[in-house]
């Protein structure tokens, strides 16, 4: 019998600290998947991560919280860096640090909270936003998606409520890896959402 599978973390804002494991726990829980053990996130401001000996750091203590099954997830947006360059940097200094571990880097485009505006229809009427409540044309191309959300309800403070498979992102870098559940590539850089924990909660 196995355990768990863990999934450990490290993001850089406060916010991604509360929603990631949430997120997490909703893609599971689509997948069906629930032996699943998602520690607190460790928060590492962006430009620590990114200096040297960062992000080595910040793998080596986030892989003391894995006890068997999973790997290391590291969440952080890509602002105005190119992806496709910073992650695989990113990658290959993390796993120097811990290159016995599954190590995964995931690049939001812009800002993780991106996705919230791509999945804007499944928030319509809760907490105060407005109903309908339509995904901008392009919310990766937004500045400020926290500010969107709350000119459209200034008392929106997050949401708990459950995504299905159809509530997922309208975004492309979410919904076509995590809905295949196997990234493109195999160097496990992306920034095409969390595809590496679907992957791994959709064995």
């Known amino acids: 019998m196995t355990g768990p599978v863990t999934i450990a973390s490290i993001v850089e804002g406060d916010g991604e600290v509360s929603a990631l494991p949430v997120l997490l726990r909703r893609i599971a829980g689509a997948l069906s ?79 993780f909270e991106a996705w919230f505006l791509a999945a804007a229809e499944s928030l319509s009427g809760h907490r105060g936003l407005a109903d309908p409540l339509l995904p901008p044309p392009n919310p990766e191309g937004i500045r400020g998606a926290k500010e969107w959300l709350s ?36 160097s496990g850089v992306t920034s095409n959402g969390c595809c590496w924990a679907a992957e791994h909660l959709g064995r």
């Open 33 to 111: 998947c629930w032996d699943v053990r998602i520690p607190p996130p460790r928060r590492v401001p962006r430009s620590r991560l990114v200096a040297r000996g960062g992000v080595e750091n910040a793998v080596l203590q986030a892989s003391y919280q894995l006890t068997g099954a999973g790997g290391i997830l590291l969440l952080i947006d890509s602002d105005d860096d190119c992806p496709a360059t910073l992650g695989p940097e990113l990658l290959r200094r993390a796993r120097e640090a811990r290159g016995d571990r599954e190590i995964s880097v995931v690049l939001a485009c812009r800002e």
């Open 151 to 186: 000119a459209r309800s200034p008392t929106a403070r997050g949401t708990g409520r459950p995504w299905t498979r159809r509530h997922w992102p309208r975004s492309s870098t979410w919904s076509r890896p995590v809905r295949r559940r196997r990234p493109s590539t195999s």
